[in-house]
């Protein structure tokens, strides 16, 4: 460790993200990307916005984005926040809304940033073990908390929380904030966004990095009532004014736009999932129900980190998870058809 390096930065242990290949030779089902490309409107979008926007500093509040998206969602733009994905705009709500004093509650397992997070804010969190079968132990939610972060579905399980479950969590948690991360709630799932106006303590967190295909520009939001949108902005413009520039802000306006083209891709990402599900089950595989882009399994018979280098080695890119709490589980997300039809090629020659 450098002698330099100040007592926090020692003690941080940083989030690795999913293996990018450079080459193009795998089937990447790592990071939860969306197979399919963005719609059209948004590449056109983006190019538009190269030839007449980009010697031009970016909107620093993002209005024009922050207008469409409340239009979407029928809320106000000042109940809205944008941020460089929805990372950003969750290391922003840590440093906003929780304190070492009254710990912030997440479970275990779940979206492993938030422990990140919480180390670099010199927060303890306090964190809860999943059910058995990966559900969320709900009443574990309703004690006494210093703040609650929860995607919904989960990350990595694909399981999902229904929207009575939260709002139990939200009136037992009235005086801390409820952050609800939506990442992946266009594959099945059910969004507490109306829940907005009836409780001040509720920060929903989408992205576009997922349904919209856009993970490489970056953009996530927050949607909240002013009171926490405006906590937000103050760690924002203490020291990061431009967040979003000029080409993220026309995709994601394109992108939130063309809704219709998004929920075919998203339909399609359904129907594989849940062809993918049973044709995993047909070969030895417990699956995780999932109303996400990506399903969490385990073989009966073999290891899953085994599993995981022999599909590397036979092109087919996964993540898995061989920690106390789940033990020998892989998580595949969902690509094309043909994808699918690579990996299970791959696995009927491994098993
Ligand atoms: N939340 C969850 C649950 C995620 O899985 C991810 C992506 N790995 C994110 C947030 C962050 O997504 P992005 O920064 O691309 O918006």
């Avoid at 304190?99 to 479970?107: G, H, K, L, Y």
């Avoid at 799932?189 to 409780?199: A, K, L, M, Q, R």
Wanted: glycine share 4%.
């Amino acid at each position: 460790m450098s002698k330099f390096w100040n007592e926090l930065v020692q003690k941080l242990d940083p989030y690795v993200p999913g293996e990018q290949p450079k080459d193009k030779k795998y089937v990447k089902l790592n990071t939860n990307e969306n197979p399919y490309p963005p719609s059209p409107k948004v590449v056109k979008a983006i190019k538009q916005a190269v030839n007449e926007q980009l010697r031009l500093y970016p909107d620093p509040n993002a209005d024009e984005l922050r207008k469409t998206a409340a239009e979407h969602f029928q809320l106000d733009p000042e109940q809205i926040f944008v941020g460089n994905g929805s990372d950003e705009v969750l290391a922003f709500s840590f440093m906003s809304f929780f304190s070492a004093e009254n710990p912030v509650a997440f479970a275990d397992i779940t979206y492993s940033f938030y422990k990140v997070y919480a180390n670099l804010c010199s927060l303890s969190p306090k964190i809860i073990p999943l059910n058995e079968d990966f559900s969320l132990p709900v009443k574990a939610f309703c004690e006494p908390n210093g703040g609650v972060v929860i995607p919904n579905p989960n990350a990595p399980t694909g399981r999902g929380v229904s929207l009575s479950e939260v709002k139990e969590i939200l009136e037992a948690n009235k005086d801390h904030v409820v952050i609800i991360d939506e990442a992946y709630i266009d594959f099945g799932g059910e969004s507490v966004i109306p829940f907005i106006n009836d409780y001040p303590n509720l920060l929903v967190i989408r992205t576009l990095s997922k349904y919209s295909s856009l993970a490489g520009i970056r953009v996530g939001y927050a949607l909240g009532q002013k009171e926490l949108i405006d906590g937000l902005n103050r760690v924002k413009n203490s020291f990061n004014s431009y967040t979003i520039d000029r080409l993220a802000l026309a995709g994601a306006k394109a992108a939130i736009d063309d809704d219709a083209y998004y929920q075919e891709m998203a339909k399609k990402i359904v129907t594989t999932r849940e062809q993918t599900i049973e044709r995993l089950q047909n070969i030895g595989f417990t699956v995780v129900p999932s109303q996400s882009n990506f399903i969490f399994a385990s073989h009966t018979e073999v290891d899953a980190e085994v599993i995981f280098h022999e599909l590397r080695d036979h092109g087919v890119l996964v993540r898995y998870f061989n920690q106390p709490r789940i033990s020998n589980h892989l998580r595949i997300t969902i690509g094309t058809d043909e994808e699918m039809d690579k990996l299970i090629d791959a696995l009927k020659l491994i098993l």
